[in-house]
């Protein structure tokens, strides 16, 4: 396994003899700088528990401070020497960390789950220990690397939770099916495992609907989350299209009954239906299956994949046919009915519903949920799936993530530093000096310049220290938060 030390940009591992000489200490702060969502302006904060129990103390626990410093030296040498020649970089610092036995750094940060507003930091982070100051932005890369996705995903899940809470409780009597009508459907598009993970797990502080299986592993693991007496994320059974091809195209209704009739008798089974046509399924299979489909304990979900999700689900008034027209909920509707509820939206028979799977954004989403309002249908009508397209689609610059040092001591007398390029225009200037957080009738302040004894004030808490956990979040504690919008 990989020396967490090596998980770093190559420029980081010679910081440490650039820095004036005798510098003591290093601070920095990770801020959210700008944001390239319209109508976004607060970022969730989530991930940093992560960054630290999976990093900071099981991977330096198991793959440097575990393993023989001897070995440990002189890998790292061997990999400095490879990577950049003779190795001015030097060793010595690398096993006195390992004789320390612990990272000598303190985070200290904003509840997990809270909404941040953009250029006001999340959390700092400094050495507690002076020759350890070297350790303070070593940091940077890999926790850049680690925090701004599930940051991102968190804050982009909640986007979508606040449109379908907006129209749920503008046409539905069951606003508490949102937390199932987004659905996470993402990890087969995202960069790896762990980006599946720690953006699995922000989409599950908004919503319950997953099938990324191992987020709610992660929320166990590292978010003290129990599925045994908690809800972390479920799904239902359902098929895909190599199901569906497998019972071939002119036995597609009968692959239909198998399913709700044999296989899935009762429950929730989601059927993809445009194999190959799904108006004909609509039209044709579904009306046939009526009397088996309303005869179940349970609700048939169809879900066609393809397509513009919008006139899929609502109908295209301009399309050519009437069925198309329609659109899937309506078409449901025409077959099974269901019930006008207090609001005056249609809602459909409980046996008989809708997902879209397939490209979903938040406009769309908007426009799914303004339409059938429209045609005067509850927008719970459908589920929609929220993809790799949502979450895989962004980066660190979507909300400008960035960790940078904003004081420093040198003989242990304090310098406020920052950045402020005259090129640029006004993203990356820094906050200057030491930082506190305020909070003023709800909304999070950045005080910067502060003294030491300000700085041990104000929103930001330790939540590690010298290699212990301080404050260690629970799932069901950030899901408050979230659901408060705080």
């Given at each position: 396994?990989?020396?967490?030390?090596?998980?770093?940009?190559?420029?980081?591992?010679?910081?440490?003899?650039?820095?004036?000489?005798?510098?003591?200490?290093?601070?920095?702060?990770?801020?959210?700088?700008?944001?390239?969502?319209?109508?976004?302006?607060?970022?969730?904060?989530?991930?940093?528990?992560?960054?630290?129990?999976?990093?900071?103390?099981?991977?330096?626990?198991?793959?440097?401070?575990?393993?023989?410093?001897?070995?440990?030296?002189?890998?790292?040498?061997?990999?400095?020497?490879?990577?950049?020649?003779?190795?001015?970089?030097?060793?010595?610092?690398?096993?006195?960390?390992?004789?320390?036995?612990?990272?000598?750094?303190?985070?200290?940060?904003?509840?997990?789950?809270?909404?941040?507003?953009?250029?006001?930091?999340?959390?700092?982070?400094?050495?507690?220990?002076?020759?350890?100051?070297?350790?303070?932005?070593?940091?940077?890369?890999?926790?850049?690397?680690?925090?701004?996705?599930?940051?991102?995903?968190?804050?982009?899940?909640?986007?979508?939770?606040?449109?379908?809470?907006?129209?749920?409780?503008?046409?539905?009597?069951?606003?508490?099916?949102?937390?199932?009508?987004?659905?996470?459907?993402?990890?087969?598009?995202?960069?790896?495992?762990?980006?599946?993970?720690?953006?699995?797990?922000?989409?599950?502080?908004?919503?319950?609907?997953?099938?990324?299986?191992?987020?709610?592993?992660?929320?166990?693991?590292?978010?003290?989350?129990?599925?045994?007496?908690?809800?972390?994320?479920?799904?239902?059974?359902?098929?895909?299209?190599?199901?569906?091809?497998?019972?071939?195209?002119?036995?597609?209704?009968?692959?239909?009954?198998?399913?709700?009739?044999?296989?899935?008798?009762?429950?929730?089974?989601?059927?993809?239906?445009?194999?190959?046509?799904?108006?004909?399924?609509?039209?044709?299979?579904?009306?046939?299956?009526?009397?088996?489909?309303?005869?179940?304990?349970?609700?048939?979900?169809?879900?066609?994949?393809?397509?513009?999700?919008?006139?899929?689900?609502?109908?295209?008034?301009?399309?050519?046919?009437?069925?198309?027209?329609?659109?899937?909920?309506?078409?449901?509707?025409?077959?099974?009915?269901?019930?006008?509820?207090?609001?005056?939206?249609?809602?459909?028979?409980?046996?008989?519903?809708?997902?879209?799977?397939?490209?979903?954004?938040?406009?769309?989403?908007?426009?799914?949920?303004?339409?059938?309002?429209?045609?005067?249908?509850?927008?719970?009508?459908?589920?929609?799936?929220?993809?790799?397209?949502?979450?895989?689609?962004?980066?660190?610059?979507?909300?400008?993530?960035?960790?940078?040092?904003?004081?420093?001591?040198v003989d242990s007398i304090g310098r406020d530093i920052y950045k402020d390029p005259i090129t640029d225009d006004g993203t990356k200037k820094s906050a200057r000096g030491l930082i506190k957080i305020t909070k003023t009738q709800g909304e999070y302040e950045l005080i910067d310049k502060v003294s030491w004894e300000d700085e041990k004030t104000g929103e930001l808490k330790e939540v590690f220290r010298d290699g212990k956990m301080i404050i260690d979040h629970k799932l069901s504690e950030i899901r408050a938060r979230i659901k408060n919008k705080s």
């Amino acid at each position: 396994m990989i020396n967490p030390l090596l998980l770093t940009d190559g420029y980081k591992v010679d910081h440490r003899r650039q820095y004036p000489t005798s510098t003591t200490l290093v601070y920095s702060n990770w801020t959210p700088r700008k944001s390239r969502i319209e109508g976004i302006d607060k970022v969730v904060f989530f991930g940093l528990q992560y960054f630290i129990k999976k990093y900071i103390l099981e991977d330096f626990q198991s793959n440097f401070f575990d393993k023989p410093k001897a070995e440990v030296v002189a890998a790292y040498s061997k990999r400095i020497n490879n990577y950049l020649g003779e190795n001015l970089v030097g060793t010595d610092h690398i096993a006195a960390l390992h004789d320390l036995g612990f990272i000598p750094m303190v985070f200290k940060a904003l509840p997990e789950g809270v909404s941040v507003p953009i250029r006001v930091p999340m959390f700092t982070m400094y050495n507690t220990l002076p020759e350890f100051f070297w350790l303070t932005n070593y940091f940077e890369t890999l926790v850049s690397t680690t925090v701004w996705l599930p940051c991102n995903s968190a804050t982009i899940a909640l986007e979508y939770r606040k449109i379908l809470d907006h129209y749920a409780l503008e046409t539905s009597s069951v606003p508490e099916f949102v937390d199932w009508q987004g659905h996470d459907f993402s990890m087969r598009g995202m960069a790896s495992v762990e980006a599946a993970l720690t953006s699995g797990s922000g989409h599950l502080l908004s919503f319950s609907g997953s099938d990324t299986i191992p987020a709610i592993d992660f929320l166990e693991h590292y978010y003290n989350a129990n599925s045994d007496i908690e809800l972390i994320g479920g799904s239902v059974a359902a098929t895909e299209h190599s199901v569906m091809s497998m019972g071939t195209n002119s036995e597609e209704q009968a692959t239909f009954k198998r399913l709700i009739t044999e296989v899935y008798p009762k429950g929730v089974v989601s059927v993809v239906s445009d194999t190959w046509d799904l108006w004909k399924v609509l039209t044709e299979y579904i009306p046939n299956l009526k009397d088996e489909i309303l005869a179940r304990d349970g609700k048939l979900v169809l879900r066609p994949d393809s397509g513009d999700p919008v006139k899929i689900i609502c109908g295209d008034p301009e399309a050519d046919t009437e069925v198309v027209r329609k659109g899937v909920v309506e078409l449901l509707w025409d077959t099974f009915g269901g019930h006008t509820n207090e609001k005056g939206y249609k809602e459909l028979d409980s046996h008989i519903g809708a997902i879209y799977g397939d490209s979903i954004t938040l406009q769309r989403a908007k426009d799914i949920c303004e339409n059938l309002k429209q045609k005067g249908f509850a927008s719970t009508n459908v589920v929609l799936g929220i993809g790799s397209f949502t979450y895989q689609y962004n980066t660190r610059d979507t909300f400008g993530f960035a960790m940078k040092a904003t004081y420093g001591e040198v003989d242990s007398i304090g310098r406020d530093i920052y950045k402020d390029p005259i090129t640029d225009d006004g993203t990356k200037k820094s906050a200057r000096g030491l930082i506190k957080i305020t909070k003023t009738q709800g909304e999070y302040e950045l005080i910067d310049k502060v003294s030491w004894e300000d700085e041990k004030t104000g929103e930001l808490k330790e939540v590690f220290r010298d290699g212990k956990m301080i404050i260690d979040h629970k799932l069901s504690e950030i899901r408050a938060r979230i659901k408060n919008k705080s």
